[in-house]
């Protein structure tokens, strides 16, 4: 499953609440633009992640691969940047 944003500017940090079903198995990669910038083993617990970046430009691209066929939930996004115009 693949989440894309709009493009932002000068974006610094990006938090996500995401967890998944109990035995989960899967990853989620974090990417602004074509640049990867993170990569988080999903666990059943809610959790926050925080990725701090250094003013990257791009679509906010989240990416979750699993071997497991279990549900992921996304809890919220938030972006520290600006909408690119």
Do not use: H, R, W
């Not at 074509?34 to 988080?40: N, Q």
């Not at 906010?60 to 497991?68: A, D, M």
Request: net charge negative.
């Amino acid at each position: 499953m693949t989440l894309t944003s709009e493009s932002f500017s000068n974006v610094t940090e990006i938090v996500i609440n995401t967890s998944g079903a109990s035995s989960i198995a899967a990853t989620l990669k974090v990417y602004v633009g074509s640049t990867l910038v993170d990569t988080i083993t999903l666990t059943a617990t809610a959790t926050d992640y925080t990725i701090e970046v250094e003013n990257l430009t791009g679509e906010v691209k989240f990416e979750y691969t699993q071997t497991s066929s279990k549900a992921i939930y996304i809890n919220y996004i938030t972006v520290n940047g600006a909408l690119a115009e």
